[in-house]
């Protein structure tokens, strides 16, 4: 690199680093203006309006019911609530309550004070001003130094401005009448929710413009992850998981699905292998459950015909990925097989489309809210998902170059690349791939008929990542017990799973499927923490 280059790299580095110095000392400056106009304005000794404002005392928050209790009880106690979504135009000039959170405040003068109130990810904004009976300056400036974050009640008339709103998702204004501090915010937060709802699009075309806007990185936000999840990408990926846990019980219960809850404490491991979090129990070693497989077979054999859970999933894995977590939410099914495993993938099949169909018109607001910070194309599925063999798939890979063992799994890259072909083949980012190596599957899956190297197993894959793995079980007592053995696993550990078989067990199947998976591959997302409340991976046991 010649030194012409590198003088050009330290300018361009220089002059970054000036216009953030120069970005914070304005932020400084815009803080320290506001700070002196709301202490400049003018506090008479006694305010007649002074009962339209203020903090709400406690004991009017201790579910009190007695109307002299204070301002704020008299006030509301008559009042309905109106949600901030819910404000429009058809309210015009109409009287309404709102509770939300002080977004941002901005004093303009002794008489005027704009407040933004965000409730659930929706904004509007509300105009305090003297000029409006019952408010006083001190009621403004009462106002005007409300904290960030802080829960406000606000009482006040709809009126339709002249312009669009910019700073606010509701095209109206409120013109405030009464006003109270239900709980106050610390002054100063550990992250701004202005800044943790900013995009990674425009945190760069700031900085090509010379702006270097703050950018929140991931440990931050889940070490203050109860501010995090305000942002409206939060509250709508949040939003959408509470809908894919809703369609996927509905459907199963409209095809005769029984849901049932099963043990999280075991004896022994559900799934093989080491990564199981052991304890003690009692004296007795235990674990905690990998999934509830064994359990929900149990319960095929004890006559349910069709059963599914929503419940915690443990694996003791040390993944440090973008999609593995230590403790997810497992969407869990099991049925009785008729004639063949394929009615299994049936069920997968009808159940995803109907849950993609589902999210794509209930969750238009939601998903947009995601868009805006995380930008992603809509998922592209077909009405009848497509079902391709392993060895369909190996042949596909092979075709382009990319030698994979036939009888081994698919590594990560393989699986994208596979996605990427389908995509480009078939017009689909959601596919089964069954008959999967024995090799490669649970002790408790069914070889297949033909070629005992094979299985009647399937793995469901969206965007070219795994989401499911389902399999048509082993039900033959004796044949499960050899199997188990061959996988190293202790049968005395799982005695009683396997007796369960020798009462009588009906051919069956099912699969699994991580809710924080879905929701991350619908929407696009880069990383499963951002689709988990409070994630549990090998570094992070808090909050």
């Not at 009640?153 to 405030?176: F, H, R, W």
């Not at 945190?203 to 109860?226: K, S, W, Y």
């Not at 995601?370 to 930008?375: M, T």
């Not at 009405?383 to 009888?407: C, H, N, S, W, Y």
Request: with cysteine; net charge negative; glycine share 6%.
């Amino acid at each position: 690199m010649s030194s012409e280059s590198e003088e050009q790299q330290l300018s361009k580095k220089a002059a970054k680093k000036e216009a953030a110095k120069l970005e914070k000392l304005r932020r400084r400056q815009e803080a320290a203006s506001l700070a002196s106009s709301a202490s400049s304005l003018s506090v008479e000794e006694e305010d007649p309006h002074s009962s339209n404002y203020g903090d709400v005392s406690l004991p009017e928050l201790k579910s009190c019911s007695q109307a002299d209790a204070g301002n704020w009880i008299r006030v509301v106690a008559s009042m309905d609530w109106t949600q901030v979504r819910d404000l429009n135009q058809e309210l015009k000039d109409k009287e309404v309550l709102i509770r939300g959170r002080a977004h941002t405040t901005r004093p303009v003068s002794k008489n005027m004070a704009f407040l933004v109130v965000r409730e659930k990810g929706f904004t509007v904004q509300c105009l305090v001003s003297t000029q409006s009976e019952g408010v006083s300056r001190q009621m403004v400036k009462f106002v005007a130094g409300v904290n960030r974050e802080s829960i406000v009640d606000v009482i006040g008339v709809v009126s339709i401005p002249a312009n669009p709103i910019k700073g606010a998702t509701q095209q109206v204004d409120i013109l405030v009448k009464k006003l109270y501090c239900v709980n106050k915010a610390l002054p100063t937060l550990p992250i701004n929710i202005e800044d943790a709802a900013r995009s990674d699009v425009e945190i760069e075309t700031a900085l090509q413009g010379g702006v270097q806007l703050p950018r929140v990185n991931q440990d931050t936000r889940l070490n203050f992850r109860v501010l995090d999840i305000r942002t409206p990408a939060n509250q709508g990926i949040f939003r959408i998981q509470c809908q894919v846990g809703t369609i996927f019980r509905q459907f199963l219960l409209s095809e005769d699905f029984v849901e049932i809850h099963t043990p999280k404490l075991i004896a022994g491991s559900s799934e093989g292998g080491s990564a199981v979090f052991k304890l003690d129990y009692k004296g007795q070693p235990a674990c905690l459950a990998q999934s509830p497989q064994l359990h929900k077979q149990m319960s095929i054999c004890g006559d349910f015909g069709r059963v599914f859970e929503i419940g915690p999933v443990f694996r003791a894995e040390d993944s440090y990925t973008h999609r593995h977590l230590c403790e997810f939410t497992g969407l869990d099914v099991e049925m009785e097989i008729k004639k063949h495993y394929s009615e299994v993938m049936d069920i997968v099949d009808r159940l995803f489309v109907a849950m993609f169909d589902s999210l794509n018109e209930r969750c238009q607001k939601e998903l947009e809210a995601v868009g805006r910070q995380y930008p992603f194309e809509p998922l592209k599925y077909k009405p009848i998902t497509l079902r391709l063999t392993f060895e369909e798939g190996v042949q596909m890979l092979k075709d382009a170059g990319v030698e994979v063992d036939p009888l081994g799994d698919l590594n990560t890259e393989s699986e994208r690349k596979l996605g990427q072909l389908v995509l480009e083949k078939y017009g689909t980012e959601f596919y089964i791939l069954h008959r999967y190596p024995l090799a490669v599957r649970p002790f408790y899956t069914m070889p297949c008929y033909d070629n005992s190297l094979y299985s009647n197993s399937f793995d469901v894959f969206i965007r070219g990542e795994e989401i499911i793995s389902g399999a048509q079980r082993v039900h033959v007592p004796e044949f499960l017990a050899e199997r188990a053995q061959a996988c190293g696993i202790d049968v005395n550990t799982i005695s009683t799973y396997i007796d369960s078989f020798r009462y009588g067990a009906p051919p069956h199947g099912g699969f699994g499927v991580g809710l924080e998976r879905v929701v991350m591959l619908f929407c696009g997302l880069g990383n499963i923490r951002k689709t988990s409340l409070f994630p549990r991976d090998p570094q992070r046991l808090t909050p």
